[in-house]
């Protein structure tokens, strides 16, 4: 069965660094895009990122541009979020999720992992 | 960046009602629609994609259809575990993919 398993969140002060980590099991990143969701406390669902399963390409969302790097590691099958620079409005929970390509749907979630960027 | 507008933003029901969700995007998505339940504390669930196929292993009682800019989310007979947020996301015009504001269901 597909797994995500979020971790690597916790409490950053602004300008601080973290970095996200998403483990897969039951697929292989090789054959889909994953992406980076998130939900700020009381906010609905904000895409932040993707990457291709070969690397080919990354997006991401204006307000991550520039502080924010998605990488993964084939051979581990895992997803990271490299986050810089980071301020109170990127206090969210972070998901994880699998893209189905055509549609784009996302298909399998991870459970999220929370960030809080706070003095 | 393509604009996604739920209405309403919140709805309360009862079990076994019929509901339906209205999502609208401000350019034509063709049927590049998505639709996703949200309860807290737990993963999202893909629900309709391409905007009425439902996703394997989710049940009847939800439907999509629409094409365009005008989108609905439709369950019938709500069931207890139906009472969360709903959402509805473009994957049309990338990046960015968009996601519309929600809709909260709540019970009467």
């Known amino acids: 069965e597909v797994q995500l398993v979020e971790s690597g969140g916790g409490l950053v002060k602004p300008g601080g660094s973290l970095r996200l980590s998403c483990a897969a099991s039951?697929?292989?990143?090789?054959?889909?895009?994953m992406n980076w969701v998130r939900q700020a406390p009381g906010k609905g669902l904000e895409w932040v990122s993707c990457?291709?399963?070969?690397?080919?390409?990354?997006q991401y969302a204006d307000s991550v541009k520039g502080r924010f790097t998605v990488s993964v590691d084939n051979a581990k099958n895992s997803l990271y979020l490299e986050m810089n620079s980071l301020r109170p409005e990127d206090t969210a929970i972070y998901f994880c999720?699998?893209?189905?390509?055509?549609?784009?749907?996302?298909?399998?979630w991870g459970q999220g992992s929370l960030v809080t960027v706070s003095s | 960046d393509i604009q996604m507008t739920q209405s309403p933003s919140s709805l309360s029901a009862s079990v076994g009602d019929r509901v339906t969700i209205t999502c609208r995007a401000s350019q034509t998505i063709y049927n590049y629609l998505n639709w996703y339940q949200h309860i807290p504390g737990k993963a999202p669930k893909l629900l309709i994609y391409?905007?009425?196929t439902l996703q394997s292993g989710v049940p009847s009682r939800f439907s999509g259809s629409g094409s365009g800019t005008d989108f609905t989310l439709t369950i019938t007979s709500l069931q207890p575990e139906d009472f969360a947020t709903y959402y509805c996301q473009q994957s049309y015009s990338t990046p960015p993919i968009t996601f519309g504001q929600g809709t909260r269901l709540e019970i009467k």
């Open positions: 990457i291709s399963g070969s690397s080919g390409y990354r």
């Open positions: 039951g697929f292989s990143f090789n054959d889909y895009n």
């Open positions: 999720a699998r893209d189905v390509s055509g549609y784009r749907s996302f298909d399998w």
């Open positions: 391409a905007a009425s």
